[in-house]
């Protein structure tokens, strides 16, 4: 009773294939990273662009030669290639896919793996019973007591409608999560081991909107800062409009909430992010990150562009290339436009900028953004900042500051979830190298 589970796209889906691990192993399954051992397989699929549906296509095709040799094999896709309604195309073109699942639900795969079996369910049913009693959600084997840092999902779905974003068709509408749930789940992976927890949501900061019987993320936040043993929260991803001044303050003054802010910009031009639907300008984003670089002291902030937009001229990409310089994030996470099934762009829009001409500007943004992240770090250097040290990798442990730079340190001693004073000895554009003080 073996399980291979492989897993594409966001943080969302990483966690969602840990529930699913956990779920499979209380029902006695075993993880193991030979696909042709197992007798259930889960691809955890993400479409958010062209590449990755053609990687799960790909892992798919894949599978079909392992069916034919084992009929008994279970095959289950989930994700966001499945969405919250499962369409006849997809079934009818993988016939062997026995059980398909929506975003965040491994309810079709238990169901399935438990049907034949009462005593199995029975048994199933009852260490589920007793987990939520215990206030446990116990971490995949492979990750008990190793975890440092995980991720918890607050707001499920997304309700905004970006006009380029496939995901509020494949995740459904804004659910958030019932704030006692997440208050356990925390507390639960604390008692595992878990020192680092990043909250979840399409756009974490309308947690609680949806539902007025719940606390905003502030509220959240407030009350998730009381846990002990916790050591470090973060939240993304932040969308502009709801980055609310009683949130920047409660960053700055709760002592466990991180310095780290995700909020993507998308486009520096007007007329594009208008396009995009996104319900700022690029002033409005610029006096938030003037806002938020003068409430939080020392914040680190990452945002997210794609280029190439349908319409996207020279001139609009240069606004974007002008405001990245000018802003100098942290982090930029950079993608080529991809029209998806389904969404507003898609159908209304034109893809009209050659892949080339993406291509070309995809690389002035990644050569841009190496510089200024180069800059930033070395601000870093000789300093001595602590840093919760998450696995080792060959001699070197490897680590995060408050700030979200990842940091590597050479030690004999177990630093696994120890959050440790270190001083910085090198910096690059994607990492920094440091010593133990003496
Ligand atoms: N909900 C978040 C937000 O505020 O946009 C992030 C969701 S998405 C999983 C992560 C990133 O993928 C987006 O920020 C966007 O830059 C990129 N993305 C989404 N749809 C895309 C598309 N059709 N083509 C290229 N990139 C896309």
């Known amino acids: ?59 798919l095709n894949s599978l079909a030669p392992l069916k034919k040799a084992n009929p008994d094999l279970v095959i289950n896709l989930m994700g966001c290639l499945v969405g919250i309604r499962t369409s006849d195309k997809l079934r009818d073109r993988f016939p062997y896919v026995d059980v398909f699942s929506p975003p965040s639900d491994p309810g079709p795969l238990l169901a399935y793996l438990t049907q034949d079996d009462v005593r199995q369910k029975m048994l199933e049913e009852t260490r589920q019973r007793n987990a939520w009693m215990d206030e446990d959600l116990p971490l995949p084997e492979a990750e008990h007591g190793r975890l440092v840092a995980a991720h918890i999902p ?75 043993g916790l050591e470090r ?36 031009d007007d007329e594009v992010l208008a396009n995009m639907k996104r319900g700022y300008t690029a002033e409005q984003y610029r006096r938030l990150v003037e806002k938020l670089r003068a409430v939080i002291p020392d914040v680190s902030i990452a945002t997210d562009i794609i280029v190439g937009f349908p319409g996207e001229t020279a001139d609009q990409f240069q606004h974007t290339y002008d405001l990245l310089a000018d802003l100098k994030m942290d982090v930029a996470h950079l993608a080529r436009y991809s029209p998806r099934e389904g969404t507003v762009s898609a159908r209304r829009m034109p893809d009209d900028v050659p892949a080339e001409e993406k291509m070309r500007r995809f690389r002035l943004l990644e050569d841009l953004q190496e510089k200024i992240a180069a800059e930033i770090h070395a601000r870093y250097q000789g300093q001595t900042v602590p840093v919760l040290f998450e696995d080792k990798v060959k001699s070197r442990w490897r ?26 000895t090198w910096t690059g554009p994607w990492s920094m190298q440091s010593r133990l003080q003496d």
């Open 1 to 59: 009773m073996k399980y291979y589970i492989w897993t594409e796209g966001c943080q969302m889906n990483v966690t969602d294939s840990q529930r699913v691990s956990s779920a499979l192993e209380s029902l006695g399954y075993a993880s193991t990273l030979k696909p042709e051992e197992a007798s259930v397989i889960v691809l955890n699929t993400c479409v958010v662009r062209q590449s990755a549906e053609n990687k799960a296509y790909g892992r």
């Open 154 to 228: 607050i707001v499920l779905g997304c309700s905004h409608a970006c006009t380029y974003c496939i995901i509020p068709y494949r995740r459904g509408v804004e659910r958030s999560r019932p704030a006692a749930d997440i208050l356990k789940e925390a507390r639960s992976l604390v008692r595992q081991g878990v020192k680092e927890i990043t909250l979840l949501g399409q756009i974490v900061d309308r947690y609680g909107l949806d539902d007025p019987s719940l606390p905003n993320l502030t509220g959240l936040l407030k009350q998730l800062n009381e846990i002990d």
């Open 233 to 268: 929260i973060r939240f993304l991803t932040s969308h502009p409009n709801w980055m609310t001044d009683e949130l920047l303050e409660a960053v700055a003054s709760l002592d466990k909430v991180c310095p780290h802010i995700e909020v993507p910009i998308q486009a520096g």
């Open 399 to 424: 680590g995060r500051t408050t700030t979200n730079k990842l940091v590597f340190v050479e030690s004999e001693a177990d630093l696994r979830g120890k959050v440790v004073p270190v001083q910085i």
